[in-house]
């Protein structure tokens, strides 16, 4: 699967479509985290900048999400 900036398709910005790019799960776009990637300088010869959409889940998955100090507040009154 191509990152958005590398496929022409959509903007690094906006997901193209409405799905996961690790489980191809359907998803609407306001669910979706956005993860960007760019390389260091001794990496940027070899790779390029990249933005990919996943869930939440995929997300939760490769330990990139964090929960809002507001969730975690409710979580604690609950």
């Given at each position: 699967?191509?990152?958005?900036?590398?496929?022409g398709?959509?903007?690094p910005?906006?997901?193209?479509n409405?799905?996961?790019?690790?489980?191809?799960?359907?998803?609407?776009?306001?669910?979706?985290?956005?993860?960007?990637?760019?390389?260091?300088?001794?990496?940027?010869?070899?790779?390029?900048?990249?933005?990919?959409?996943?869930?939440?889940?995929?997300?939760?998955?490769m330990n990139?999400?964090?929960?809002?100090?507001?969730?975690?507040q409710q979580l604690?009154?609950?």
């Open positions: 699967m191509k990152s958005i900036g590398s496929s398709a959509g903007s910005e906006t997901p193209r409405e799905e996961c790019y690790r489980c191809d799960r359907a998803v609407a776009p306001a669910f979706l985290f956005k993860v960007s990637v760019e390389p260091s300088s001794g990496l940027s010869k070899k790779y390029g900048n990249s933005v990919r959409y996943c869930c939440e889940h995929c997300a939760a998955a990139l999400s964090d929960f809002s100090h507001q969730w975690t604690d009154r609950g």
